[in-house]
């Protein structure tokens, strides 16, 4: 059983992980090292103004401290115009996405769509040495289709200095389904002269420890679903014991949580933030029985949700 623990980070999860849910959950759980937003993009020449929304309410939630921006590009215009923008909101660490497996997204050049041309990764991480006062890491998967289209990218990516290589071990065509290829992931991290974290299929502790055994250098492991439908995994990875009463009582704040701050910042009213509400309960206490999780998802209002939740948080 390794004893060394390496730091977690909150994976840039599209949808579920933006500024009200890392706000609740570092508020309520913790134990994770960085959190990294969903990322930024631009669209018609103009960053999209819902994803500059999420860091404009997480700087009003107090809640910038290890928060590392993430930006999607196809080109160095892109590149210039996100970057500018989050340094002049005080960002001086960003990661760079060439991991989004979204066809729609792909097919512009950006995400793993990337990948497989390397004449425009490599323009892309030119344009980053302009910001030399600037840290910069990549999450990437092992390509469009094959793994032979990260391993083709090796001596471009060594030859800039990113903070780390977050690797998810899947293709793009895989989506999030499929088997990890670890064996790509093995050849991809020894080529690779960089800090390595792994991200893919972390839903407990022992598989922490597993990958730790099995890459003794992994800097680190990046998790998105693990971390939303066991919160207190975490925790429990540096053995923080809480009991089952605790837990409850835990589960529950955090929930309270995450909805008052949704309505909050809402901006379209109760029904819109029942929508939100109810989509983490995809994630949400996976062994709770089919009946409850249906009444959660036929609720009529937040009065008649608020009270199946209440019911269900009893399952912890």
Known sequence: MPTVKIPIYLAPLQGFTDAVFRYAFQKHFGGVNMYFTPFLRVEDGEIRRRELRDIDIARQLGNIENLVPQI????TDEADLLITTLKDLGFNN???NFGCPYPMLNRKFKGAGILPHPDKVESV????SKYSDTKFSLKMRLGMTSPDESLALADILNGFPFEHITIHPRTAKQNYS??????????LSSVLKHNIVYNGDILDTQRIDYLLKTYPTL???????GLISNPFLALEYLNVEIASSL?????LNFHTTLLTTYLQYSEGGQSQVLDKMKTFWEY???????RLRKQILKSRNLSEYEGFVSIAVREI
């Open 219 to 225: 800097h680190a492991v990046m998790i998105g679903r």
């Open 247 to 251: 837990r409850r009582e835990k589960f």
């Open 125 to 128: 991480i030119r344009c980053l």
């Open 94 to 96: 960003i990661d760079l």
């Open 178 to 187: 499929g088997e990890i290829n670890e064996e790509a992931f093995a050849a």
């Open 72 to 75: 999607m590009v196809s080109d």
């Open 284 to 290: 949400f206490l996976p062994a709770l029985p089919h």
